[in-house]
Nanobody, 120 residues
């Protein structure tokens, strides 16, 4: 009912930048929170950043001052600008969208993930 597609991952050198995008589509009535998670090999998935429909933002401590989340409500899209990348940022990044469908059902949807690899 709700599809979530990420793009923008890839390979970057330490100190470099990447911008991730995530677009939600389908039977969407409204979107509450949008968030980015990441999962490195052998580690649990962690919340990197989130943004509410009202614009309230959270970041995990390890990315504060380096990553910036933003959203375009008209496009049902969330972005993650990642600057000053570090090798420890290497992970698969997942987008999560908390939405209400046109059938008025609350729905949490994950994207398929996009790989971010930072070389030292």
């Amino acid at each position: 009912q709700v599809q979530v597609v990420e793009s923008g991952g890839g390979l970057a050198q330490a100190g470099g930048s990447l911008r991730l995008s995530c677009a939600a589509s389908g039977s969407i009535f409204s979107i509450y929170d949008m968030a980015w998670y990441r999962q490195a090999p052998g580690k649990q998935r962690e919340l990197v950043s989130s943004i509410t429909s009202g614009g309230s933002i959270t970041y995990v401590d390890s990315v504060k001052g380096r990553f910036t989340i933003s959203r375009d409500n008209a496009k049902n899209t969330v972005y993650l600008q990642m600057n000053s990348l570090k090798p420890e940022d290497t992970a698969v990044y997942y987008c999560y969208v908390d939405s209400v469908t046109t059938a008025r059902a609350r729905f949490g949807s994950w994207g398929q993930g996009t790989q971010v690899t930072v070389s030292s």
